[in-house]
Nanobody, 123 residues
Framework: QVQLVESGGGLVQAGGSLRLSCAASGLPFSIYAMGWFRQAPGKEREFVAN????????YYADSVKGRFTCSRDNAKNTVYLQMNGLKPEDTAVYYC????????????????WGQGTQVTVSS
């Protein structure tokens, strides 16, 4: 059974940093692309970042480019999202997702999803 478990969310002041982790099990992690999405109250789920199977290619939403970094450790079956310079508008539930498609996808159409972790940025 495929499971994706996010951790690392919490409350942080504007300008601070958090590192989110997503541990995967039940799938061959090293051949899956991984993505991060977020959803704020009253809004649809939106793309944040993704990374290919090897970690050699990443893409970021314009709203987080230069502040967030996505990485992965295939030996640990874990993907990370390092978030620096956090802003109140980053407040949302953050989800990780897995997909076997070769091309990196930026729409919320991934095969597998975690339950999410809350990130709250105060001013």
């Amino acid at each position: 059974q495929v499971q994706l478990v996010e951790s690392g969310g919490g409350l942080v002041q504007a300008g601070g940093s958090l590192r989110l982790s997503c541990a995967a099990s039940g799938l061959p992690f090293s051949i899956y692309a991984m993505g991060w999405f977020r959803q704020a109250p009253g809004k649809e789920r939106e793309f944040v970042a993704n990374i290919n199977w090897s970690g050699s290619s990443t893409y970021y939403a314009d709203s987080v480019k230069g502040r967030f970094t996505c990485s992965r450790d295939n030996a640990k079956n874990t993907v990370y999202l390092q978030m620096n310079g956090l802003k109140p508008e980053d407040t949302a539930v953050y989800y990780c997702a897995a997909d076997r498609r070769r091309v990196l996808v930026t729409t919320p159409s991934y095969q597998y999803w975690g339950q999410g972790t809350q990130v709250t940025v105060s001013s």
